[in-house]
Each structure stands twice: as structure tokens, then as C-alpha cells.
């Protein structure tokens, strides 16, 4: 079974730039979800898709964070402009519903904004 | 508020020593899961074990177990005769009502 793909692996912006992630979560699963991990912490979750739509955007950066979910399969993260802080590994997870619990996550993208 | 505490930022061990990090949780809801997670330098989250809060039966995996106290609000794991291959950050997680959230972490060497 293919697991959750995120692309790109690392990615490097100046202050002020956009960018964007990519995941392709696990065939099937309804639930995807969107966590900033910033170096020495746990993950922060950012944004809960069910399908296509957002259940839970509560701690997401809505002036400079965007997610979306087309047709309920990918999904992709953007961030504009960035600022230092976002540097962090941006992981995503998918599930096969909510409240199932348990997320199978990808690799993660790493961000640094200098 | 719902939080999760890993108290325990890093630890280190020899090879073959038992290790037990420790979790400790504060929820209001009655139902609740708790999970716990290894992140290898790799950065993938693996998926260890979850648990429901009405099943506190300690469970027992190989050289791992955890022990759930819902008296204490505790979740801790252990590793029995570590290996250098345990060596990584263990995560801590509770979900209620949907919303997972996740501990600081505990990093874990483990030196042959």
C-alpha cells in the first residue's frame, strides 16, 4: 500500500515569497490533515479536511496560510508572503475518517525562509 | 483545555536497558483517544498504538508496552532491552472530539 506523498522533500525562500506543498494522501482516506512541527516541538496541527471540505482551520494563519482539497484527493498548502517563523517540517496525514484516529503520515517538507 | 505533557525532553541509554517515557494528559471529555508515535530521523511519524479511553488494559508488543491510568491521567510507554534502532523522537497524542494534538516529544538514544 503506497503511503502519503508530499513533494517537495526541502524548500528554500526568501522572506516575503510564496510557496507551496504538495500531498497525495493514502487511496481512500476521507480525513487529510495539514501539521507545522518548528524544530524541537510536536505538531501543530493547521487545517482538517474531510473530503473536500475543511472541518477544522482553527489554528491556521488565514492571512497568510491558504489549504485547499480539490475533488477531495490532494491537496496543497500555501503560504504568501512567508515570514522567518514558518520555517518548520510541514507534514501532512490522512486517515480513513475522522475521529478513526489513526494517521498515517508522509515525510514532511522542510521549510526554510531566510 | 486539552494538553499534552512529555515531561521528559531527551533521555539516554545504553543498549539493552529498559526505558519508559512518560505522558501525561488533560482532557474534559469523557471519550478520548490516545496514541503514541516515533519519529526516526527520517521525519515520518510512525503510528505505534492508540488507545480508547473506557479500555485501560495495559497492552503488551514485543519489547514495547504501555500503561494507561486514567486516575493519573498517564499514558506512559516502555521499551524493554532498548536498541540502538529505538533511538528517535517519541510523540505523545490525545484526540477528543476529532482534534488531535500532540506532546513535545522525547527524544531517545540509545548508545551501543
Known amino acids: 500500500e503506497a503511503g502519503v506523498a508530499q513533494s517537495p522533500r526541502y524548500k528554500i525562500i526568501e522572506k516575503r515569497q510564496s510557496v507551496a506543498f504538495w500531498c497525495n494522501p493514502i487511496?481512500?482516506?476521507?480525513?487529510l490533515y495539514w501539521y507545522q512541527q518548528i524544530l524541537g516541538q510536536g505538531p501543530k496541527l493547521l487545517i482538517q479536511?474531510?473530503?473536500?471540505?475543511?472541518?477544522?482551520d482553527s489554528q491556521l494563519p488565514k492571512d497568510r496560510f491558504s489549504a485547499e482539497r480539490l475533488k477531495g484527493v490532494d491537496s496543497t498548502l500555501k503560504i504568501q508572503p512567508a515570514k522567518l517563523e514558518d520555517s518548520a517540517v510541514y507534514l501532512c496525514?490522512?486517515?480513513?475518517?475522522?475521529?478513526?484516529?489513526?494517521?498515517?503520515f508522509g515525510q514532511g517538507t522542510r521549510l526554510t525562509v531566510v | 483545555a486539552q494538553k499534552v505533557t512529555q515531561a521528559q525532553t531527551e533521555i539516554s541509554v545504553v543498549e539493552k536497558e529498559d526505558v519508559t517515557l512518560d505522558c501525561v494528559y488533560e482532557?474534559?471529555?469523557?471519550?478520548?483517544?490516545l496514541f503514541w508515535y516515533k519519529q526516526p530521523p527520517s521525519g515520518e511519524l510512525v503510528f505505534l498504538i492508540r488507545?480508547?479511553?473506557?479500555?485501560?488494559q495495559n497492552e503488551i508488543s514485543g519489547r514495547y508496552s504501555w500503561n494507561f491510568q486514567k486516575s493519573t491521567s498517564s499514558f506512559n510507554f516502555t521499551i524493554t532491552a532498548s536498541q540502538v534502532v529505538d533511538s528517535a523522537v517519541y510523540f505523545c497524542?490525545?484526540?477528543?472530539?476529532?482534534?488531535?494534538?500532540f506532546g513535545a516529544g522525547t527524544r531517545l538514544t540509545v548508545k551501543p
Open positions: 496525514a490522512s486517515s480513513l475518517d475522522r475521529g478513526e484516529g489513526r494517521a498515517f
Open positions: 487511496s481512500g482516506h476521507a480525513t
Open positions: 479536511f474531510q473530503n473536500n471540505g475543511v472541518v477544522d
Open positions: 482532557t474534559r471529555d469523557t471519550t478520548y483517544y
Open positions: 488507545r480508547n479511553s473506557f479500555d485501560e
Open positions: 497524542a490525545l484526540m477528543d472530539n476529532n482534534d488531535m494534538r
